[in-house]
């Protein structure tokens, strides 16, 4: 069968099942889950790989799975979708048992990535093409809970602390060759499609202060104020601001995770998370050596210890033109190609960053939904486009480029260069774990 033939068929698989996917994405934005507690979305992720008749491998990753079409061949392509959701008190979709929701769009790309699944096995396309293809429900893409993810990794049921960094280590992808994902982004209005962007990369921090308790009234002058400190290292921190370059795209933001144990009473402990975000990187390496250094001024001013944990989180995600046109052109085929625009940088971040360094990763954007990304107020607004056309044009990338013999895929990669080895890449994520700590008076430790 021609590629053009497979591909009308799949394509008219997909306008099939189109109820189902909206369906299906609706019923998963009904149950959102934080990272690596993901059972009932992977729960109903399995089952839908049961139904299709695809082998799996459930618990990657602690809650991830990967169902392989039939066929070893390679190129092997793996479609990917992320089990996880965010911390959301006031969303209209909040889950009151697990506080999360699908403020970040997830929900679709499982919708996509299943559908996708759904269509190939309904045209009966694997015995038709020249590779294979591989489903991941990855676990996990949103790095928050650090202190959490932590201590599954002390506990050694983690080693990295995102989903796609942990299948990596794990050696999940090392027999795929190529990967694609989508993201919903509500500023990617109406019916439209950005291919080719890129993203910033990001370390995450813990900081703990370390002071002395004492009488917040009768005897401050007893006690070493570890909130202080941290205010102090925070106003260091924004005064570096203006020494980061434009280019890099620097930024860095943060919570407090704990602030003290009684409002009359001197903080003893203060605990920190931290983000550091730079377009590559030795910017980044750069951005938070100065926010090390920052911080530690709060407690050297205050006489406080201070403990820094440097977690790796993502790396840059870099686009793969060759890859790109290849999903742009389907986009272009079902939107028209004047709703398809150039990628450009996104100071958000993502581990498909850290995917981009082994393979070529196609990440595109598409519109259907409204409101903030990682806001309340995120939803989507037009079905068909937020959940059936990212399914088509999918669907039709994964068709094109292993139809007549893989002859797409195979000059995709033909010029393509990893940026880094997978062991090279499980290498330098285990060196990017680091810890300082520093006594200033006030005794310290990670707490």
């Keep these: 069968m021609t590629g053009k033939a497979l591909k009308a068929r799949v394509l008219a698989a997909v306008d099939r099942r189109a109820g189902e996917i909206i369906a299906r994405g609706e019923r998963l934005l009904a149950v959102p889950e934080l990272g690596f507690r993901e059972e009932r979305t992977a729960a109903m992720v399995e089952g839908a790989f049961a139904a299709m008749g695809l082998p799996y491998r459930p618990g990657l990753a602690l809650t991830g799975l990967r169902a392989d079409a039939p066929g070893t061949a390679r190129p092997r392509i793996a479609v990917l979708g992320e089990l996880d959701a965010l911390p959301c008190l006031d969303s209209p979709h909040t889950d009151p048992s697990t506080g999360a929701a699908h403020i970040c769009g997830h929900h679709m790309q499982l919708a996509a990535m299943l559908g996708v699944a759904q269509a190939l096995v309904d045209a009966d396309a694997f015995g038709q093409v020249g590779g294979s293809v591989a489903f991941f429900a990855v676990p996990a893409e949103e790095m928050v809970e650090l202190e959490y993810r932590l201590n599954l990794r002390e506990k050694g049921q983690i080693g990295f602390i995102t989903g796609k960094a942990e299948l990596l280590r794990l050696g999940c992808f090392d027999d795929v060759d190529l990967a694609l994902i989508v993201h919903a982004w509500s500023e990617t209005a109406g019916r439209r499609a950005t291919v080719g962007v890129s993203y910033n990369g990001v370390v995450t921090k813990e900081v703990v202060f370390r002071g002395k308790k004492a009488h917040a009234g009768a005897a401050p002058h007893r006690g070493i104020n570890a909130l202080t400190a941290a205010n102090l290292a925070w106003a260091a921190i924004q005064a570096q601001r203006e020494t980061f370059r434009e280019e890099d795209t620097v930024r860095v933001h943060g919570i407090v995770t704990h602030g003290g144990a009684a409002i009359n009473i001197i903080p003893d402990l ?159 994520m285990a060196r990017a774990f680091q810890e300082q700590t520093w006594d200033e008076g006030g005794g310290c430790g990670p707490g």
Excluded: C
Aim: aromatic content about 6%; charged content about 20%; proline content about 6%.
């Design 270 to 428: 203060v605990r920190l998370e931290l983000m550091v975000r730079a377009r590559t990187l030795e910017a980044l390496a750069g951005a938070n050596a100065k926010v090390n250094r920052a911080v530690r001024s709060g407690g050297l001013a205050l006489g406080a210890g201070v403990a820094i944990r440097d977690v790796p989180g993502y790396l840059p995600f870099e686009p793969y033109g060759p890859l790109d046109a290849v999903v742009a052109r389907n986009f272009a085929a079902l939107l028209g190609p004047e709703q398809v625009e150039a990628g450009g940088h996104r100071t958000a971040s993502t581990d498909a960053g850290d995917l981009s360094h082994v393979m070529p990763v196609a990440h595109p954007l598409v519109g259907g939904f409204e409101g903030g990304v990682h806001t309340a107020n995120f939803r989507a607004v037009d079905l068909e486009m937020a959940y059936v056309m990212p399914t088509r044009a999918l669907a039709g990338a994964v068709v094109d480029l292993l139809a007549e013999g893989a002859e797409q895929a195979q000059a995709v990669l033909a010029d393509w260069q990893p940026r880094l080895s997978a062991q090279a890449y499980r290498d330098y």
